[in-house]
């Protein structure tokens, strides 16, 4: 019970007209921030002028004077002017730990045309030893001006005497020293029980050079120095104030090797982490079936899963059902067509399916019984289709739905899916930067009808399933200068107005979130893919107290503003981590 009579008075009598909302009435607030905008995405979208916290959570929102009312003598107060307060912003798919050491070797520049990409092969091979491996990852072709791969010979003339690997997802353009240094020749074949394959010449049979998910053939050694885990460690930190700085509060790394645990691991002994991470430990499908299903077992014995941690917590398990669309391996339900940009001879080519269907149902099944979250990386229609059947086929004997299941990426899909998705429970992270980044490609590849039901988000939020926003953030620090942009108010304009700078007219804007459901997007349905809206993802007395102050009013401002909004302040669990 509070010391002060008087105020336990107050309390009491602020309680009575807002019970629903008050969590403690005894506690003194730590702090207080009103006079401002507190958007709470709870279920019904209610917008307060105030909101109080105490012991990292949130005590009550409310009116200013009620608000204001429970002030002790300790408590911080902070006039928002009128501000915008948000839940802390969720990135539901993300890679930091590895993100982070893109650039520890030497900074890699912003690669826009095949002449950029030469330019550096070039510059590599003059500071690389001869023989010693050149490589480019993760500069997809559909950003490139020309929307096709380097070829083999432009590979070879940039530099002669290095094996050069060009590498997006799983499939590369490999120079000539490379392939020959990683024994891929004419009758190069996959023997390890997985997919893929090298495109041959169909004039002259020998490889071309495009490997399509084959890329786990190529011999490459890393030219670069190993950084230590000071360095990581040092690293992962500057990235996780970024993502601070830019109002995310917490992630999930949605394909988490052991290594990248332990230094996340690490991190924590220094201390709470800036952001809460959440784990989706990445599990290798190819080979002994039993095997694999032993590991999923381990990982629901991790403490991580075990003990409900609320900055570090494993949530279920990620694999890779198929191939991507920026690199022309997606798995879709009609073949992708003679490409000139993917450099697909073959018309009755349909992309790359990982894990066939006999096999997936038994590992599905294994983390469902688990307590765990299934989710695969799923890009073409095919894939979020077969994804689909699997979770049906557990569901009939095994209920699916309190684990979450997930589709990551989850771009191409079907008014079918959509409501399969809504019907069992299934949610979707999906990743606005690639409309941002890749949908003019994309468009030209499979033309317009072909991509109406690219990332359907309406009608998800229709339907009634979930649906979470995320980046896909792969390399480099710098919300806008990532690999993948991870900038959420960028995610946010996308999902909003369906364009790009790169698009001539909005891609299907029938698909586009009104203001509330694009917050939505960022907070509370990622809690629901995290397992976390216990906690996190609104504002709602008892919940965690991390939140973001604004300078734009995202439910008011033209759509040409939401962008280039900028984070004031952050607080994480009640603590100020961001000031601007
Ligand atoms: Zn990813």
Redesign the pocket.
């Known amino acids: 019970m509070p010391r002060n009579p008087y105020r336990a008075a107050k309390l009491l009598a602020v309680s009575l007209v807002s019970a629903t909302l008050s969590l403690n009435f005894a506690a003194e607030p730590d702090l207080i921030l009103h006079n401002g905008k507190i958007a709470t995405v709870d279920p019904q979208f209610s917008i307060h002028e105030a909101i109080a916290i105490g012991e990292s959570r949130v005590l009550q929102v409310g009116k200013n004077d009620s608000i204001l009312n429970l002030r002790g003598p300790k408590t911080e107060v902070i006039n928002l002017r009128g501000k915008l307060v948000l839940p802390g912003l969720i990135d539901s798919?993300?890679?930091p730990a590895d993100a982070a050491m893109t650039e520890f070797d030497h900074p890699i520049p912003e690669m826009e045309n095949i002449a950029d990409v030469l330019k550096y092969i070039r510059a590599r091979a003059k500071v690389v030893p001869a023989g010693d491996w050149v490589t480019v990852r993760q500069v997809f072709i559909t950003r490139l001006e020309e929307q096709r791969y380097p070829t083999r010979a432009e590979l070879d003339k940039a530099a002669p005497n290095h094996p050069v690997l060009f590498a997006t997802g799983p499939d590369a353009s490999l120079n000539s020293l490379a392939l020959k240094e990683s024994g891929i020749d004419r009758d190069f074949k996959v023997t390890d029980g997985g997919s893929g394959f090298a495109e041959k010449d169909p004039q002259t049979g020998e490889p071309t050079g495009i490997l399509r998910n084959a890329t786990r053939y190529v011999k490459v050694k890393s030219a670069s120095s190993n950084p230590t885990t000071d360095d990581r460690l040092k690293r992962l930190t500057a990235l996780f104030a970024d993502y601070n700085a830019v109002g995310l509060t917490a992630v999930c790394d949605?394909?988490a090797s052991a290594d990248e645990i332990a230094l996340y691991k690490k991190l924590r002994e220094f201390g709470p982490l800036p952001v809460r991470v959440h784990l989706s430990r990445h599990i290798e499908t190819i080979g002994d079936l039993e095997k694999i299903q032993s590991q999923i077992r381990a990982v629901a014995q991790d403490p991580l899963f075990t003990i409900k941690d609320d900055t570090l917590r494993l949530i279920g398990i990620k694999t890779f059902l198929d191939g991507g669309m920026l690199t022309g391996s997606a798995y879709m339900r009609e073949p992708w067509g003679v490409s000139k940009i993917y450099a697909i001879t073959d018309p009755a080519y349909r992309g790359v399916l990982f894990i066939p269907h006999e096999r997936l149902v038994p590992l599905v099944r294994t983390a469902v019984e688990n307590n765990l979250q299934f989710t695969a990386?799923s890009v073409g229609d095919g894939a979020v289709h077969a994804l689909l059947d699997a979770y049906e086929e557990v569901n009939k004997s095994t209920p699916i739905r309190e684990t979450r299941p997930s589709i990551?990426?989850s771009n191409f899909m079907s008014r079918e899916a959509v409501e399969q998705a809504a019907r069992l429970g299934v949610a979707m992270d999906i990743q606005p930067a690639w409309l941002y980044h890749d949908a003019h490609t994309l468009q030209a590849q499979f033309g317009y009808d072909r991509m109406r039901y690219f990332q359907p988000l309406r009608s998800i939020f229709e339907t009634g399933g979930t649906v979470g926003g995320g980046s896909?953030h792969?390399q480099k620090i710098g919300s806008l200068r990532s690999i993948n942009l991870y900038n959420p108010f960028v995610g946010m304009a996308t999902a909003v107005t369906r364009t790009s700078p790169k698009l001539k007219s909005p891609l299907h804007p029938e698909e586009a979130l009104t203001r509330e459901q694009m917050i939505r997007f960022y907070t509370i349905n990622n809690a629901r893919i995290l397992r976390r809206d216990a906690d996190i993802g609104s504002l709602e007395p008892g919940k965690l107290a991390d939140l973001i102050v604004l300078d734009t009013d995202l439910l008011t401002c033209r759509d040409t503003q939401i962008a280039s909004t900028k984070v004031l302040r952050t607080y994480l669990g009640g603590k100020l981590i961001h000031k601007r």
């Open positions: 798919h993300s890679h949605r394909a990386h990551s990426h896909d792969m």
